[in-house]
C-alpha cells in the first residue's frame, strides 16, 4: 500500500487513544462536577494515577498519529482513527468483568469493516503543505463557533444530554488539532526554528488544551457510550473537510465506487449505533468506581 507507514501508525494510535478514553473516564468520575469545563479539573486528574497512566497512552497516540499524518494525508488518517470506539468498548467491557454478546461484537465487526472498505476504495491526493492564512481562517472560524455553542449548551444540561454536547465540541475541537498537527509536522520538518514563530504552533497547543479539558468533561458527564461516539465521527468529518477544502486532500473515487463508499459509511455508522445503545455497554457504569480505586491500575 502506498501509504502503509501512515496506516499502521494510524492504527496503533487508535488503540493507544482507546487505551487512554477508558482509563481516563474511570478517573473523571471521582472528580466533582464543580471543577467540569476548567483548567481546575485537569489539575485534580494529574492525582491520579490512573488517569496519568491514560495520558500517557493520549500522548503516545498523539505521537503516532503526527507520524501517521506526516506520511500520509487527513483523509487517509482520520478515518482510521474512529477506530478507537471499536477498541475501546471491548476493553471497558473486560475492564468490568461483564461479556461481550452478539450485539456488541455485531457492532465491533461493522465499525471495522465498515471503515476497512472506505480506506481499500479511498485514493486520497497530497493536497498543498502551507495553504494561505486566509484560507486556514475561513475554515476555522465556524468551526470554533459551532464548538463554543456546543460547550454553551452542554454546560447547562446534565447527564446524557451533556456529555453529547460537550463530546461534540470536543470531536471538532480534535477534528482542527488533527491538521494542524499535519501543517506543523510539516513546517518543523522544513525548519524547526522558522516553524516556532508560526501561528499554527500555538494555536494546536490552545486548541489541545481546549479539545483535552472538554473531553474529560464529556467523559465526566457520562458513559463513554453517550460521549466518544460524537468525538470519533465529528473528529474525521471535521478533519477530512478541512483538509479537502485548506490543504486540497481531496478523496477521489472511480466511477461506481461512490454508491460503496457510502454503504461503507452507513455499516460503520450501524455499527456505532449497535455500540452506543448497547444495554452491556451501558450497564458498564452502573457501578462508578470509588474514590480509592483511582490509587490502583487494576
Known amino acids: 500500500m502506498q501509504y502503509g507507514t501512515s496506516v499502521i501508525c494510524a492504527l496503533l494510535a487508535a488503540v493507544m487513544f482507546a487505551f487512554a478514553a477508558v482509563m481516563q473516564q474511570e478517573s473523571t468520575q471521582t472528580v466533582t462536577t464543580e471543577k467540569s469545563l476548567s483548567p481546575a479539573l485537569l489539575l485534580e486528574l494529574l492525582h491520579r494515577p490512573k488517569w496519568v497512566l491514560g495520558g500517557g497512552s493520549m500522548i503516545t497516540g498523539f505521537g503516532l498519529q503526527a507520524v501517521a499524518l506526516a506520511f500520509g494525508p487527513v483523509a487517509l488518517v482520520q478515518p482510521i482513527i474512529v477506530l478507537e470506539l471499536a477498541f475501546a468498548i471491548p476493553f ?49 472560524v465556524p468551526v470554533g463557533v459551532v464548538a463554543v455553542a456546543c460547550v454553551f449548551v452542554g454546560s447547562t444540561r446534565h ?81 477530512v473537510i478541512i483538509g479537502d477544502t485548506v490543504l486540497g486532500e481531496a478523496v477521489r473515487l472511480a466511477e461506481g465506487e461512490f454508491a460503496v463508499e457510502l454503504a461503507a459509511a452507513a455499516v460503520a455508522l450501524l455499527g456505532i ?12 457504569y452502573e457501578e462508578q468506581p470509588t474514590e480509592s480505586a483511582t490509587a490502583s491500575f487494576s
Request: charged fraction near 10%; charge should be positive; hydrophobic fraction near 55%.
Open 159 to 239: 447527564g446524557p444530554t451533556r456529555a453529547m454536547f460537550l463530546g461534540s465540541a470536543a470531536g471538532l475541537a480534535f477534528g482542527v488539532l488533527s491538521v494542524l498537527t499535519k501543517a506543523v509536522t510539516h513546517l518543523l520538518s522544513t525548519d524547526v526554528l522558522k516553524a516556532f514563530v508560526t501561528w499554527q504552533v500555538y494555536v494546536a497547543v490552545g486548541v489541545g488544551i481546549c479539545a483535552l479539558i472538554v473531553s474529560q468533561s464529556a467523559y465526566q458527564a457520562g458513559p463513554l457510550a453517550y460521549s466518544m461516539p460524537f468525538v470519533g465521527v465529528l473528529e474525521p468529518v471535521v478533519a
Open 92 to 140: 471497558a467491557i473486560l475492564r468490568r468483568h461483564r461479556r461481550a454478546g452478539l450485539r456488541e461484537w455485531a457492532g465491533i465487526v461493522a465499525v471495522m469493516v465498515g471503515i476497512a472498505i472506505f480506506e481499500l476504495l479511498a485514493n486520497p491526493s497530497g493536497g498543498v503543505q502551507n495553504p494561505p492564512t486566509i484560507q486556514w481562517i475561513e475554515s476555522l
Open 273 to 284: 449505533v449497535l455500540l452506543t445503545t448497547s444495554q452491556t455497554v451501558l450497564s458498564i
